[in-house]
Structures are given as C-alpha cells and as structure tokens.
C-alpha cells in the first residue's frame, strides 16, 4: 500500500530550494490520455508581475511572494482543432464530450504531477481558486480560443508539515455495484473527527465540523464564477443545456 498517498496533505508554505520542475513537467506530458488525443496544456508560471496578478484572482496567501512554484493545467483542444483541414467540421472538439476529456487530462495530468513530487520529497497544493475569475485568467494567459484555465499547482519543498485531514468514511463514498448506503450515524461520527482536527491543528485553529463547512458553502462568494457557462461559449466550447 502506498502509505505516501494515504497520508496526503495539503503544503502551502514552502523553502526556498532547487527543484527540477522540468521533471515535473514531463511527468505531467507522459500522463495518461483520453483517445491519446492530449489535450491539455502545462503553464509554468514564473514572471513575479504575472503571478501577482493571478493572486489577486486567487485570493490566496500561497501565492505571494517566491512561495512555491505555480503551474496552471488548460483544458486545450485548439491544438486539435487545428489540425484538422480547412472548413472541417470540428464538432467534436467542441462539445462536452471533447471538454470533459480535456478536463480528464488536465486533471490526472495535475495529480500525477503532485503524486510524484510527493514521492520526491516535494509537496504542494491545487488551486481552484483560479477560476474566481476565468475570463482574467484567458487574458492574463494569452489563451486561444477553444482552450479553459481548469486549475492551478504550487509545488515545491515543505515548509510545514501540517496533519492530514481526515477523509469521508468508506461506507459514504465508496459503494460495491451501486450507490453507497451510509447512515446519519456516520455523518454525525465524521463530523466529530473534522471538529477535532480543526480544533487541534496548529494554524488556523476553529470551531468547524463537515456539515458546518458543507452548509456555510451555501452562501459562499462564486466570485465569477457562474459565468463560466458563458465564457466557455465565448472560447468557442459548443455546450447545450438540453
């Protein structure tokens, strides 16, 4: 059993050392892909007055300073697209199946990456958060159309070595031939293991449990987010509703 994998834990402070990121980067390249068509790309961010301004899309205090590494992992089928002979009809590198298997790829690409540099000593952390504002991200980028910032990494050598948390139990998220049955009894029993691991890690101690996460995202900020339905039209993704 892989007992690095099982005891994974998000870093977010890192030193100041040497890493062989292009290791990494050719990691992510040798990842599996959907119909071997590869269809994400690999931003390594490292011009300061760039990764400034993707962190204030972020919000995050990872981010700041010489802090890590930052990747960006693109949904990219305007590669295919381009391809393809002149007038084609390019159908399908435009609807969902196309950019759910770019999201596939940039995805697995993405913990496959972290995987390893967690193998190799390294740690790091995705950043969801940069979808707070895609369309700043497209810009800031240069992206094409037919391409979409699904998610950020920083990677780079621990600084911290915080307490895993604990994960949802087996019998909630894992099911045998069908949908998992779990109880209100194993909910309640998880949210007391969250409450205790929020009320004893040593940053950012607070009063916290599953559910109290789970209903306070009811009301989070979405930022720009529900636009991305639109913006992904305005990349030229072809996704209808019905």
């Known amino acids: 059993m892989d007992t690095i994998a099982l005891n994974h834990r998000s870093i977010r402070r890192f030193k100041a050392a040497s890493v062989d990121y292009q290791a990494l980067e050719d990691v992510a390249r040798a990842t599996a892909s959907s119909e071997f068509l590869q269809s994400f790309t690999l931003i390594r961010v490292t011009d300061k007055a760039l990764r400034e301004q ?19 992992f693109v949904v990219d089928c305007a590669r295919d697209i381009a391809l393809a002979p002149t007038g084609s009809d390019v159908h399908n590198f435009t609807n969902w199946n196309a950019f759910l298997a770019g999201c596939f790829d940039a995805t697995l690409a993405a913990q496959n990456v972290l995987a390893c540099a967690e193998r190799s000593g390294l740690g790091g952390v995705f950043l969801g958060s940069i979808l707070n504002d895609p369309q700043r991200m497209i810009d800031l980028l240069h992206l094409p159309r037919h391409t979409f910032p699904l998610l950020g990494l920083m990677v780079g050598v621990p600084d911290e070595a915080p307490q895993p948390k604990p994960r949802l139990p087996r019998a909630l998220t894992v099911g045998e031939n069908g949908y998992p049955q779990g109880d209100v009894a194993q909910v309640r029993a998880y949210d007391t293991a969250v409450a ?33 339905g639109a913006i992904l039209a305005r990349q030229g993704f072809v996704l209808p509703q019905d």
Request: hydrophobic letters at 40%; aromatic letters at 8%; zero cysteines.
């Open 54 to 72: 993707i962190a204030a899309i972020s919000g995050s205090a990872v981010l700041q300073g010489d802090n890590g590494e930052l990747f960006v």
């Open 196 to 228: 205790h691991y929020y009320a004893n890690r040593g940053a950012d101690a607070r009063d916290e449990s599953f559910t109290s996460l789970v209903q306070r995202h009811l009301t989070a900020a979405v930022h720009h987010r529900d636009e991305i």
